[in-house]
């Protein structure tokens, strides 16, 4: 097992394998299907454990894409193949430090942030697509990312696309609605992202955040002992 305390976890689509990463930069991947899940020597069979999956400082985050595991470290991504091996591909990010990242439910697109700055990335091709500045003349970092886990309805408002919350480290939150654009045909799909909702109420930082699998309610935990439940097609609490 790991050396020091799990903190990070990500599923495959298939639900046939699991990543763990710890503290000290330790990253495994489980397949689960060699072994029963409840095993007192752990979840599955490890079926990768060599010394290039590591990740410098604690994993910010996790994706499992097919072959390719991608971790969020301080500096950025990494990209593993898991099939053909060899050393990793870094991605930088703007700015010096990941502070969340999060996939969205169809594991298509990836969101990170470095606390000023969301990054929007095709998962496929690890490549960045858009990037949306925040407001820079207010003292808030984001610390927390989830994507709602449905596409949105063409039909509601908001259109097609994806809807992301991100929380800050003033207790507040934003509601935003990522979109394609039209492109040039053969030419990569680009994002937009528009501000939907503020989310306000907390009077500490939001530490944890959920959808529910219907995508109709969000939840948000925060350190002043209080959790809210949220409706993401208007931001009311």
Avoid: Y
Wanted: overall charge neutral.
């Amino acid at each position: 097992g790991h050396r020091t305390g799990v903190i990070r976890l990500a599923f495959s689509g298939d639900g046939e394998t699991l990543v763990s990463a710890s503290a000290d930069g330790d990253v495994r991947v489980w397949d689960l299907r060699r072994k029963p899940v409840i095993d007192t020597q752990g979840v599955g069979e490890l079926v990768a454990n060599r010394p290039q999956l590591r990740s410098p400082g604690a994993p910010r985050g996790l994706a499992l894409v097919e072959n390719r595991l991608i971790v969020g470290g301080e500096r950025g991504l990494k990209v593993f193949d898991l099939k053909g091996g060899g050393p990793p591909r870094d991605v930088p990010i703007r700015g010096r430090f990941l502070r969340a990242m999060a996939v969205s439910g169809d594991g298509r697109k990836l969101a990170t942030t470095n606390g000023r700055v969301l990054e929007f990335w095709d998962l496929k091709t690890v490549e960045l697509e858009c990037s949306k500045v925040l407001n820079a003349f207010q003292s808030l970092e984001v610390i927390g990312l989830a994507f709602e886990p449905l596409e949105l309805d063409p039909h509601r408002p908001g259109g097609t696309g994806w809807r992301l919350v991100s929380t800050d480290d003033k207790g507040g939150g934003k509601m935003w609605d990522v979109t394609p654009t039209d492109a040039v045909e053969g030419a990569a799909e680009k994002l937009t992202a528009a501000d939907v909702h503020d989310l306000s109420g907390h009077g500490e930082p939001i530490e944890s955040l959920a959808f529910a699998p219907n995508g109709k309610t969000l939840v948000t935990g925060s350190r002043d002992r209080t959790i809210k439940c949220w409706d993401p097609l208007t931001g009311a609490d």
